[in-house]
């Protein structure tokens, strides 16, 4: 489930451009993001990590190398991913 299932994308439409979901540095797993590589995305995290958020601004995401898991409950659409990474933000921050 935390694997990345997609792999090399030959297929034009498919490419993980601009409008790839999950963000830069992360594969997709059965449903959710997962961090192919240290470095690549604007996120903190492990190269394993994984996530996901909700449409009205619930999220969740698991770092299996520092045994950390949060989980950020709202109901905000329109901020939902502004508040997400702001959470996550701190946590990574908190341990350093």
Known sequence: MTEDHLGPLYLPSLQRGAAYLPGPGYGFGLGVAVRLT?????LPGSRGDYY???LFGTSFFVDP???LI???MMQNPGGRSYYAQLFRNAVYASLR
């Open 65 to 67: 190398k520092e045994r």
């Open 52 to 54: 996901w958020g909700g």
């Open 70 to 72: 949060g989980v950020w």
């Open 38 to 42: 240290e470095g690549g995305s604007p």
